[in-house]
């Protein structure tokens, strides 16, 4: 649970040693991890890091793990070259260090993640999954872009009754 010491109730855990089975990619402005099935798919899924980025080798192997099951899976920089939360930080400056990285504020990286899915990778159907940060950002996702067709928050913040109303709409 988040408290004033730590503000965020996220935990890097055990970090993996993983070195993945994908690629990086440029996507326009940003960078992304790419891993493709081993059969050809016209479904891909949006994998959105917690705090801790893109690169973090956790979330890779989750990446990984969804293109072993046959979905195209992309983790997109959505920090955008900045730098993430590094577990050794001083909490006390966790809201300063996420001002120019708010979760509902990542339209135009989405735009180009789902136009390159779509035109360079031949996908038809897409979907997203976000941890922590990320479940905030799978939230502001799935009620503005009706092209995805499911959306998994895992542990992230719990929206307002008003989004909730509107998930469910």
């Given at each position: 649970?988040a408290?004033?010491?730590?503000?965020?109730?996220?935990?890097?855990?055990?970090?993996?040693?993983?070195?993945?089975?994908?690629?990086?990619?440029?996507?326009?402005?940003?960078?992304?991890?790419?891993?493709?099935?081993?059969?050809?798919?016209?479904?891909?899924?949006?994998?959105?890091?917690?705090?801790?980025?893109?690169?973090?080798?956790?979330?890779?192997?989750?990446?990984?793990?969804l293109?072993?099951?046959?979905?195209?899976?992309?983790c997109?920089?959505?920090?955008?070259?900045?730098?993430?939360?590094n577990?050794?930080?001083?909490?006390?400056?966790?809201?300063?260090?996420?001002?120019?990285?708010?979760?509902?504020?990542?339209?135009?990286?989405?735009?180009v993640?789902?136009?390159?899915?779509?035109?360079?990778?031949?996908?038809?159907?897409?979907?997203?999954?976000?941890?922590?940060?990320?479940?905030?950002?799978?939230?502001?996702?799935?009620?503005?872009?009706?092209?995805?067709?499911?959306?998994?928050?895992?542990?992230?913040?719990?929206?307002?009754?008003?989004?909730?109303?509107?998930?469910?709409?």
């Amino acid at each position: 649970m988040a408290n004033e010491a730590a503000p965020c109730p996220c935990d890097i855990g055990d970090k993996m040693d993983y070195g993945g089975r994908g690629k990086e990619v440029q996507i326009e402005h940003i960078n992304a991890y790419l891993t493709k099935p081993s059969v050809k798919t016209e479904k891909a899924v949006i994998v959105i890091q917690d705090i801790f980025g893109w690169r973090l080798p956790n979330t890779r192997y989750m990446t990984d793990m969804l293109a072993q099951n046959g979905y195209m899976a992309i983790c997109p920089d959505f920090f955008v070259g900045k730098d993430p939360w590094n577990p050794t930080n001083d909490w006390s400056t966790f809201q300063e260090w996420l001002k120019d990285k708010q979760p509902t504020k990542i339209n135009k990286e989405a735009d180009v993640v789902l136009k390159y899915l779509k035109e360079q990778c031949n996908v038809t159907k897409s979907a997203v999954i976000g941890f922590c940060w990320g479940g905030v950002a799978t939230h502001h996702l799935i009620l503005h872009y009706p092209e995805l067709k499911a959306g998994v928050s895992v542990y992230g913040d719990h929206p307002s009754e008003e989004t909730t109303r509107k998930l469910f709409s």
